[in-house]
């Protein structure tokens, strides 16, 4: 499983299992013996990368004030999607091919769209009823893996102003002003301090 990430991290869309044996060390007829098919491998892994990615998905209070709380939001949501960038990519190109993939990324997607449902919680609910399950799936929309990919490989901007194009996106839907205290805020947890707060 982690030869198999070790691949998808340095690049390797499609790694073979001749290829996943040997950067783990192993005989070809050993990754079979302990796993059925390539697809059950994939799903091991898949397991295996949420275990590590575990440290960077602690919940964010959702007490304090807008801005810091958004900051801290995109800091950390920012920090989980460009780590899981190389597998996700590789992971989408499996999707409609393997069940067992796509049902993880399912989950994550869900995971995903509740977290930040939680965290907003009280700007969605601040708005009027007619609006909130639209502005619930926009969030959802914004804070996501392919809208941060976007941003990052297709529009070509650097992690800083992603940051910011996000916060942006997030403030906006919320019918909130992205002013100073927002870019502050994104400065301090930039430079230790929502960031720092979050665990690293």
Not at 63 to 84: C, K, N, Q, Y
Not at 146 to 153: A, D, G, P, V, Y
């Amino acid at each position: 499983m982690g030869a198999l990430l070790d691949l998808l991290e340095a690049g390797e869309m499609r790694p073979t299992a001749a290829q996943i044996a040997q950067r783990a060390g192993v005989s070809l007829r050993s990754v079979f013996q302990h796993f059925e098919s390539l697809e059950t491998l994939f799903a091991a892994a898949a397991d295996l990368q949420m275990e590590r990615m575990a440290p960077l998905l602690e919940p964010i209070p959702t007490d304090g004030a807008f801005p810091e709380r958004l900051a801290t939001f995109v800091m950390r949501r920012s920090r989980v999607l460009e780590a899981i960038a190389p597998v996700r990519r590789a992971s989408l190109r499996m999707e409609p091919f393997s069940s067992e993939v796509r049902s993880r990324l399912d989950a994550a997607r869900a995971r995903g769209r509740r977290e930040v449902e939680r965290v907003f919680s009280r700007e969605i609910a601040a708005l009027p009823t007619a609006e909130r399950r639209d502005a619930a799936s926009a969030l959802g929309a914004v804070a996501s893996w392919s809208s941060w990919e976007h941003l990052r490989r297709h529009q070509r901007l650097g992690i800083d102003r992603a940051r910011g194009v996000m916060a942006r996106m997030l403030a906006s839907t919320l019918g909130r002003p992205v002013g100073g205290a927002v870019v502050r805020a994104l400065d301090a947890a930039g430079s230790g301090g929502a960031d720092a707060a979050s665990g690293g």
